[in-house]
């Protein structure tokens, strides 16, 4: 049974809807992102569940009960924002403090609680400490352990990495994903970080244009995107329009048979006019020796292409193959191959997704 419903969620801002029927049901205990570009209407559904906006439809449940009416402070649902929001004057405790002393909690209560919420956060000794004296990580912590004294039911995070440098930022997702899973509590993350949503997400709602379009766990998001959409917020894809005929696809490009779809798990109604999503890290570059060997040996459907871009990026280096009119993004963890080298490459066919267009 779900901890947080949404139901029908719609908000317009000036006539202008910007959530249109959002549905999500999250788990108790389960960490959802909302993931998807800037403008979107990640920030606004968390506001809305936080009790900052209030939607014109539909209806917000926390563990069986519905919240439309209650007021933000009350309601269960705490947000952390990117900017840290400490008050400059106060200590790092006062800080954790505020809640509990707004709830008009018991002064002794109160310090003992925030010496175990900065123990927590591994802050420790830092109690005494004003927030310009702290780094960027640092200050987030201590707004989690602020949001976590009032006892909410739901953590709503937005983008409260943003602000953070690189290295600082995958400590925080660790940090913050084993804080997560230590208390078990339900919450929501912001982010347009596709890497940092599916490492740190339990399921990932795509949001596009206001609209959830696809709500799964990382894995069957990035393999199985229901549409093109949703595909590239994952990251940079290879698409071929063509259409399906007796279950062979032939690419628009120069009517060259491309290959065999009977075994693909996907749904159409127009074969006529399609379009495959070959994910750049499916195709793999052999040499011709390899290629000998293993075209006797296995079932691979093989092509010929010619090298024509190559960059190199640490761990994969990317290419262009040029195959038969195409020019195909391929990622390789090898940099072997060099500009205008003649290879042969064949496509892991399991996860290929064909789109209507």
């Known amino acids: 049974m779900a901890f947080l419903e949404i139901r ?38 968390l506001k809305t569940v936080a009790g900052i906006l209030k939607q014109d439809v539909g209806d917000i449940f926390i563990d069986g009960e519905n919240i439309n009416n209650i007021k933000t402070g009350q309601r269960g649902a705490v947000i952390v924002f990117q900017d840290y929001l400490l008050f400059p004057h106060m200590t790092v405790i006062q800080n954790i403090e505020f809640g509990m002393k707004m709830m008009k909690v018991d002064k002794s209560v109160r310090k003992e609680k925030s010496m175990k919420l900065l123990e927590t956060v591994k802050l420790s000794g830092y109690e005494n400490r004003y927030p310009n004296e702290l780094s960027g990580g640092q200050q987030q912590r201590v707004s989690i352990a602020r949001a976590l004294a009032v006892n909410p039911k739901v953590l709503l995070l937005d983008e409260p990495f943003s602000n953070l440098d690189v290295n600082l930022r995958s400590e925080m997702r660790k940090f913050v994903s084993d804080l997560q899973k230590e208390l078990k509590i339900t919450t929501i993350l912001v982010t347009h970080d596709m890497e940092e949503a599916i490492i740190m997400s339990d399921r990932i709602a795509v949001m596009i244009d206001g609209r959830i379009r696809q709500f799964d766990e990382p894995k069957k998001l990035y393999e199985k995107p229901v549409c093109r959409e949703v595909a590239d917020v994952f990251g940079e894809k290879n698409y071929i329009s063509g259409y ?110 064909i789109f209507e267009k």
Request: charged share 25%; glycine share 6%; proline share 2%.
């Open 244 to 353: 399906i005929n007796n279950n062979i696809f032939t690419s628009d490009i120069n009517d060259k048979i491309l290959f065999d779809v009977s075994e693909l798990d996907n749904n159409y109604d127009d074969p006529e006019n399609v379009e495959i999503m070959i994910p750049k890290e499916s195709i793999n570059i052999i040499d011709e020796n390899s290629y000998l060997e293993l075209n006797s040996e296995c079932n691979n459907e093989f092509f010929r292409g010619i090298i024509v871009d190559k960059k190199y990026a640490g761990e994969n280096t990317f290419y262009e193959v040029e195959s038969e009119g195409c020019i195909l993004n391929v990622s390789q963890d090898s940099d072997r191959y060099n500009i205008n080298d003649s290879v042969y490459f064949y496509i892991d066919k399991n996860r290929i997704c």
């Open 8 to 45: 029908n969620l719609g908000l317009s801002f000036d006539g202008k809807p910007v959530l249109e029927n959002i549905n999500l049901d999250i788990k108790e205990g389960e960490i959802v992102s909302l993931l998807g570009a800037s403008g979107c209407g990640k920030s606004t559904t």
